[in-house]
Each structure stands twice: as C-alpha cells, then as structure tokens.
C-alpha cells in the first residue's frame, strides 16, 4: 500500500479544470442538435487538432465546447440526454446557418477519454446507433510521455515520469484512499494513468465490434504529418464535400522542453510491444510504432 499518492489531490479531483456550459444552454437543450460523429479517442492523440479542423468544414458546426465527459463519466451520464443535449449548438442556429450557406450541416462530440473508458462504446451505440467514430491512435510510448506532461502543466503530478510509471498501479488499485468521499468518478485513471491508457488492444474491440464500417482509425503520426490527407479521409467518411481551405496547425501540444529518459523509452517498448503486435494483427496494420 502507498503512502503517499505523488499527486496534488486537490488539482487532481476538481471537475471544473474543463469549463462547464451555462444555465441558458441547458434551459434551452430540448431544441438543441445532437452529434452525428464523435472523436472518441485517443487521449493525447491530436484530437484537438482534429476538433479544430473539423470544426473549420463548412458543413460541420462546432460544439459548445470539447470533452463532455458524458459517456465516460458516471456523474455526468446519470443526468441524461437533456444534460448532454445542452453542449451541442442550438437547432434554430443550426436551420439558419444551412439557409445562408446553402449545406446541410452536422456537430460532433470530441471526448477523448471514451476510447477506454468502461462500458462507453456499449453507452454510445444505444444512444447513437448509426454514429460514426473516429479514433486516432498514437504512438503509446509518446502517448504516455505526453499525458504526463499535461498531467504536470495543470499540476495534477508530483512525481517524475519514472517513478510515476513504477507507482501507476498502485494508484490505480487505490484511488478510492485518497478520492474525496462524494468523488465517483475515476480521476487517477482519467488523468494519471500514462501506461495502462496506451494498450489500445484492451479497448478497441468493443469499438471494432459494435461501429465496424462506421468506425474510422487515423494514426496520428499521419494527421501530423499528411493534414490534409487525414481530413480528406475524415470528409469522405463522414459523407462530406472535399475542403482545402484549411488552417494547420498542431493545437494542445506538449510544450515542455525535457526529453523522455533513454532508458525509460527503452522500458516502455518493450512493455508495448508485444501489446502493439497484438494490435497489428487485430486491425492488419503495421503501424510501426518503435
């Protein structure tokens, strides 16, 4: 049993790191739109990049804000759809923008943290059984290294990356020791788990099995690296007219300047590998992640 968690509990369980939308927009939710496609993961993954280019088609309009934190979230998904409907832009909006510009139009829901979160895939298809989800998978080793670096810009951790490693179970297994008595949402797990969160094998079957052809993977090596390929693909899965008019730029990315220890890099691969060959065979793509 740890002693001491190595994380800043305060920071670590406040829900308002994330701004919540205000009393108006769930007043009105009832006559709200609801999301046709959701980027669903991964966390650390360019998702960012990708809500702000999506949200730069003129045929998609943007939700009231990224991560909702409704199917993933207990608290949140026990206050229901209406709740949820609240996030996303109003229909009257949505009637007069099509009037203007002369398209039909959709919104999405960028949550990250439903790629692994418990029973949100299964969530989801019951609410939205003719979704389409789009995934970006990372490299897990810069995945992980990334989340911990976010997880230090907001002060959530106090531990280096290595030793955050070693102990990452531990907090896992006790979370509930150090969470405020009211907390029953996992906040280690969704803010401090670098390790577990990158064995993408674990999480993409329900994914796979319950979408199937409504369910788009991107390597996000390739939005970084072929922007306007991804969102060609992005724009024929989702039924769309072809955009170029795109504004690249790589949004949210880690912004401190210490490298990840050699040592731990090597540590990490051979922890991923053999779940990243797993994960080849099962989606037949090499993603030649080292």
Not at 51 to 69: E, F, L, T
Not at 128 to 134: D, H, N
Not at 143 to 171: D, P, W
Not at 233 to 249: A, C, I, K, P, S
């Amino acid at each position: 049993m740890i002693e001491n968690c190595g994380y800043n509990i305060e920071k670590l369980y406040d829900d308002n790191v994330v701004p919540k939308v205000n009393r108006y927009f769930h007043l009105t939710a009832v006559h709200r739109m609801l999301p046709s496609f959701f980027i669903a993961g991964v966390q650390k993954g360019g998702t960012t990049s990708l809500c702000q280019y999506a949200g730069q088609h003129p045929q998609i309009i943007p939700p009231q804000r990224k991560d909702i934190y409704f199917f993933n979230n207990e608290v949140h998904h026990q206050k229901g759809i209406n709740w949820y409907r609240a996030h996303f832009p109003h229909l009257a909006y949505q009637k007069l923008y099509e009037v203007i510009y002369g398209v039909r139009s959709l919104t999405f829901d960028a949550t990250p943290n439903y790629f692994d979160a418990p029973m949100a895939a299964q969530r989801l298809k019951q609410e939205f059984p003719s979704a389409k989800i789009i995934l970006l998978l990372r490299n897990p080793i810069d995945r992980a290294y990334s989340n911990y670096q976010m997880a230090v810009k907001f002060g959530f951790e106090n531990l280096s990356f290595e030793e955050a490693l070693m102990i990452e179970e531990e907090r896992l297994q006790n979370q509930s020791k150090f969470a405020p008595t009211q907390m029953t949402h996992n906040y280690v797990y969704q803010r401090l788990s670098y390790k577990k969160r990158g064995v993408y094998i674990d999480f993409i079957k329900p994914w796979k099995e319950l979408f199937d052809e409504n369910l788009l993977i991107i390597a996000s090596e390739k939005l970084l690296a072929q922007p306007q390929e991804s969102m060609n693909q992005v724009t024929n899965f989702l039924g769309l007219n072809e955009y170029r008019n795109y504004h690249f730029e790589f949004y949210n990315k880690g912004e401190s300047s210490n490298k990840m220890p050699a040592h731990v890099k090597q540590m990490l691969h051979n922890y991923y590998k053999p779940y990243n060959e797993q994960l080849y065979n099962y989606l037949k793509i090499d993603y030649a992640w080292h």
